[in-house]
């Protein structure tokens, strides 16, 4: 069957079933090879992305689902070369250690950031509690997460919001 799903802000036609998890379209079909395959089980969140910008594990998620919706990848914040705030936050703050659930983070963070700029510690970690980092580098991504909140109230006090 035939899928049309927009990601990142681009409309794509694939050959799916409709019940195939989001997270194999993206990787086998798209060559979006941020969002990992972790659990497979909703657990991890190594698979985040957004869907009309709220996190979503897109492991469990059909694309069948998903017409009419926007998907948003980590591919879609930033590059390597000009990384979003968030993604220089994390950087910033050496939040990775083996990288596999960096991206899911990122992508959580990015939806708390989006709705509230500002989040207290307590609210922080509430919404990202669902991620998992096994290495145990969940201090650094707090601080990551602080960083960007920071910056992006900075730049949004002298207009230069990312």
């Known amino acids: 069957m035939t899928i049309s799903i927009n990601v990142n802000g681009e409309g ?13 379209v993206l990787r086998d079909d798209l060559e979006l090879n941020g969002a990992k395959y972790g659990c497979g089980l909703g657990q991890c969140g190594a698979c985040t992305v ?29 590059t390597a070369e000009k990384p979003n705030v968030v993604q220089k ?41 669902p991620n998992l980092c096994r290495c145990g580098t969940h201090a650094r991504i707090l601080r990551a997460v602080h960083r960007a909140s920071r910056e992006l109230s900075s730049a949004s006090l002298t207009g230069g919001a990312q």
């Open 12 to 24: 794509h036609e694939v050959e799916a079933d409709p019940d195939t998890p989001l997270l194999y």
């Open 50 to 78: 957004h869907v009309d910008g709220k996190p979503v594990f897109s492991c469990l998620t059909p694309v069948g689902l998903l017409a009419g919706r926007k998907v948003r990848t980590i591919e879609g914040l930033g």
């Open 89 to 129: 936050a994390f950087q910033d703050e050496q939040a990775a250690q083996c990288g596999y659930c960096i991206a899911g983070m990122i992508m959580r963070a990015q939806a708390l950031l989006d709705r509230n700029p500002s989040p207290t510690e307590e609210e922080i970690r509430v919404h990202m509690q």
